[in-house]
């Protein structure tokens, strides 16, 4: 049992380029979610998925796209990369039990725009 | 008012010591509320969550304040592992099980 995967840990990238981060998980999670953090702030959701083929937008969803086409992977993807994108990207997933809920986090991808 | 406020500290405290982090968030439709440690970086892991009536693992302790919206956890006889960023989080209501997160206080336990 891998949990969370995501891939690349690191990555830098120009600005104006393309990429996509990857997520995966196999724990047959419904829900998974993509946030960023930068120094000094908390998590910030990007995107979220509420199972296959459902997504929405969080608080900072400008710049990225996503797309959950089955329940393990849920892949963020950067239009146009530019300095402000500078973070650490966490994608976390859930199951729900009753009226509490665990969120399991990958270990991250540290990305750099120059 | 930010959604989930928290001291940012640092807090230094030498180890046996008690430690108390508090925390206020400004959705009253929350539901579901935890603490989280991320350690230098890496990903947060879940700590505690956090129930109306208190609740207590080992040497921590949560207690909620729905009233109030406040949340808080004590850290009794801390030891030097305990050194770590605690992040307060609330869950973001109508989007699934996605969180919202406070900025972290940090601890350092010395010897």
């Known amino acids: 049992n891998a949990g969370v995967t995501q891939t690349p840990k690191f990555q830098v990238l120009k600005t104006g380029q393309s990429m996509t981060l990857q997520c995966a998980q196999d724990m047959n999670h419904e829900y998974m979610s993509w946030y960023r953090q930068d120094p000094g702030m908390g998590l910030r959701l990007i995107h979220y998925s509420v199972g296959a083929g459902i997504t929405d937008q969080g608080e900072v969803p400008n710049g990225y796209n996503v797309s959950r086409s089955t329940t393990e992977d849920f892949p963020l993807r950067l239009l146009s990369a530019a300095p402000s994108q500078t973070s650490v990207y966490f994608c976390a997933s859930s199951y729900r039990l009753a009226s509490s809920y665990e969120q399991y986090f990958g270990p991250g991808t540290r990305l750099t725009v120059t | ?111």
């Open chain 2, 1 to 111: 008012r930010k959604e989930v406020e928290q001291d940012p500290g640092p807090f230094n405290v030498p180890e046996g010591a008690t430690v108390a982090f508090n925390c206020t968030y400004s959705n009253s439709a929350s539901q579901s509320f935890f603490w989280y440690r991320q350690d230098c970086r890496k990903e947060p892991k879940l700590l505690m969550s956090v129930y109306s009536s208190g609740n207590e693992d080992g040497r921590f302790t949560a207690q909620l304040n729905r009233a109030s919206q406040y949340i808080s956890l004590l850290i009794r006889d801390s030891k030097l592992s305990d050194s770590a960023t605690y992040l307060c989080v609330v869950n973001r209501p109508q989007a699934g099980t996605a969180l919202i997160f406070g900025k972290g206080t940090t601890l350092s336990v010395s010897s």
